[in-house]
């Protein structure tokens, strides 16, 4: 009954340390996404999944890199971290009619 | 920019009254979509509206979308105090994955 789920909820970072996120589904969609939420901006897509071994870029892509190697996962990277990179991350998945399922969140403070 | 924009940022309101956000959009849309946002928590989907829908009801909820003026509107009924989330629309404006945007929200506040 989990949806989607995050690891980790919580991270701190400094400057220049890279980390990875890890996002898991149930469901078995095939359409990932991985989105950041910044005060005042809404929601920003940062890079997409339309099934394994695919992944492309979303809106704000540069400084994150993405891998789909299973279905289930979608995982997220970032391989030198920046200040501007402090955000809650969500990771989502769609259905075959269009609505999103979000997993719970990742907030991360780059130092 | 292809997002929706809520109106009004933030709303308060008694438990009991009802409550109405607006979304307006741009672009030409497939469909229209509500999510919630519990502070802290991830976005739930509430209600999808078809562009050749005008109304559509769940629950409490009441949708409306006028592709006319590119505008839709929530409305929630009788608000209790756990309708207290931020408000989101997200629309989808064309075939493919990349098709969503969202906008800003409106932080619905429901005071006991």
């Known amino acids: 009954n989990a949806g989607v789920t995050q690891t980790p909820k919580f991270r701190v970072l400094k400057t220049g340390q890279s980390m990875t996120l890890l996002c898991a589904q149930d469901?078995?969609?095939?359409?990932m996404y991985w989105y950041r939420q910044d005060p005042g901006m809404g929601l920003r897509l940062i890079h997409y999944?339309?099934?394994?071994?695919?992944?492309a870029k979303g809106e704000v892509p540069d400084g994150y890199n993405v891998s789909r190697l299973k279905k289930q996962n979608f995982l997220l990277g970032l391989e030198s971290a920046a200040p501007s990179q402090t955000s809650v991350y969500f990771c989502?998945?769609?259905?075959?009619?269009?609505?999103?399922?979000f997993g719970e969140g990742s907030r991360l403070t780059v130092l | 920019s292809q997002q929706g924009e809520e109106d009004p940022q933030a709303l308060s309101i008694q438990e009991g009254e009802n409550a109405t956000m607006n979304c307006s959009y741009k672009?030409?849309?497939?469909?229209l979509q509500w999510y919630r946002q519990n502070s802290g928590r991830g976005l739930v989907h509430l209600i999808l509206?078809?562009?050749?829908?005008r109304e559509k009801h769940s629950g409490r909820l009441r949708v409306t979308l006028d592709t006319s003026k590119k505008s839709s509107s929530l409305l929630i009924t009788a608000s209790r105090a756990a309708d207290t989330a931020s408000y989101f629309c997200?629309?989808?404006?064309?075939?493919?994955?990349?098709?969503?945007?969202f906008g800003t929200g409106t932080r619905l506040t429901v005071i006991p």
């Open positions: 989502a998945c769609r259905t075959r009619t269009g609505e999103l399922f």
């Open positions: 999944s339309v099934g394994e071994g695919t992944t």
């Open positions: 469901m078995n969609h095939e359409y």
């Open positions: 672009t030409s849309i497939n469909n």
């Open positions: 997200a629309t989808d404006v064309r075939t493919g994955a990349n098709n969503l945007f």
């Open positions: 509206i078809r562009s050749n829908e």
